[in-house]
């Protein structure tokens, strides 16, 4: 079995090992193509072309043109069983969230 025909939690597990392998590393040795790259190869993320059509329906913190590759969600990231949390646990992960993003931003 590859890891393109695993199951879903099996390529979760795969990619959350690969995250943390990278973030082991020493300070400055990390690289978020990496972490890119692994997410693209567990089918985490599927890059999309940027349109006309579509461009005013993608949220990005980079200013997108036609023609540019950005990367959406698969099904196993928008397809969330969010009940199973607790409210004060999504609260969390989205504050969480927003700091990474506002540091990804501010870089």
Same mark, same amino acid.
């Given at each position: 079995?590859?890891?393109?025909?695993?199951?879903?939690?099996?390529?979760?597990?795969?990619?959350?090992?690969?995250?943390?392998?990278?973030?082991?590393?020493?300070?400055? +040795?990390?690289? /978020?193509?990496?972490?890119? $790259? &692994?997410?693209?190869?567990?089918?985490?993320? %599927?890059?999309?072309?940027?349109? #006309?059509?579509?461009?005013?329906?993608?949220?990005?913190?980079? +200013?997108?043109? /036609?023609?540019?590759?950005? $990367? &959406?969600?698969?099904?196993?990231?928008?397809? %969330?069983?969010?009940?199973?949390? #607790?409210?004060?646990?999504?609260?969390?992960?989205?504050?969480?969230?927003?700091?990474?993003?506002?540091?990804?931003?501010?870089?």
């Amino acid at each position: 079995m590859s890891l393109a025909t695993a199951s879903r939690v099996t390529r979760l597990q795969w990619f959350a090992r690969a995250v943390i392998d990278e973030l082991g590393k020493e300070v400055g +040795e990390f690289d /978020p193509e990496r972490v890119r $790259y &692994a997410a693209i190869q567990a089918g985490l993320i %599927v890059p999309q072309l940027v349109t #006309e059509e579509n461009i005013e329906e993608i949220c990005s913190p980079v +200013e997108l043109k /036609p023609g540019d590759t950005y $990367y &959406a969600f698969s099904d196993d990231l928008t397809d %969330v069983n969010w009940h199973e949390l #607790e409210a004060d646990e999504i609260e969390e992960a989205s504050v969480e969230i927003t700091r990474t993003e506002a540091r990804d931003t501010n870089a």
